[in-house]
């Protein structure tokens, strides 16, 4: 990711249209701004989500409220609570999320 020709600007992710994705089980809502090729998005799990795809996309996630529990295609598991981060190159390792009380993110992909 390279954050280039990105003027100095403000963002108010509730004015920011919302967006449903439905997962296996349960939604996601995405509020997204484009910055050049750089997505960021405010993502809301539901309570019980998870994720319907094994996602090769690369993230640097921000856990802002709620618990969001990752899995690795290896098998490893990750707990975020708030305050928590991970980071994840594209194509370098398969994962996919769930929550049982749901989830609040910032995500920068």
Known sequence: ??????????????AVERTAHRG?????YW???HF????VRMVEYTPGYVSD???RKG???LCLDGELETELEDGRKFLLKPGMSY?????AEAHRSRTAIGARLFVVD
């Open 87 to 91: 980071q994840v190159a594209d194509a």
């Open 59 to 61: 993230h640097v996630l």
């Open 1 to 14: 990711m390279k954050l280039d020709a990105i003027p100095f600007g403000t963002t108010d992710w509730y």
């Open 31 to 33: 509020r997204t701004r």
């Open 24 to 28: 296996e089980v349960g939604m996601a």
């Open 36 to 39: 050049g090729d750089v997505r």
């Open 53 to 55: 795809h094994w996602c």
